[in-house]
């Protein structure tokens, strides 16, 4: 069974930092676009970073700078580092794997796999 499980989310004040971590089972996603979303209480889920098999990122605008998507394929683990965090960044953070090696999407349609979620809570 193929499973995404998210983890490292939490409470934390304006200004701090999480790392988010996704650890894949059930197969290898080492060779697969890494992605992470986010939804907010009443929002949309909106894409937040993506990271190829070999490293290459794209991040959202309202993250840049602060937010560090990175992977260790010998772990088949993907991370998200967060600094700076703003009351904004509050949401349920998802990690998803794509089906593709090279494309860094920003739909979450070309997203095949899905974890359950970790809520980041960020007071002001």
């Known amino acids: 069974q193929v499973q995404l499980v998210e983890s490292g989310g939490g409470l934390v004040q304006a200004g701090g930092s999480l790392r988010l971590s996704c650890a894949a089972s059930g197969r290898t996603f080492n060779n697969n676009v890494m992605g992470w979303f986010r939804q907010a209480p009443g929002k949309e889920r909106e894409f937040v970073s993506a990271i190829t098999s070999s490293g290459l990122t794209t991040n959202a605008d309202s993250v840049k700078g602060r937010f560090t998507v990175s992977r260790d394929n010998s772990m088949n683990t993907v991370y998200l580092r967060m600094n700076s965090l703003k009351p904004e960044d509050t949401a349920v953070y998802y990690c998803?794997?794509?089906?593709?090696?090279?494309?860094?999407?920003?739909?979450?349609?070309?997203?095949?796999?899905w974890g359950q979620g970790t809520q980041v809570t960020v007071s002001s």
């Open positions: 998803a794997a794509t089906g593709g090696r090279f494309t860094l999407y920003r739909d979450s349609r070309f997203y095949a796999y």
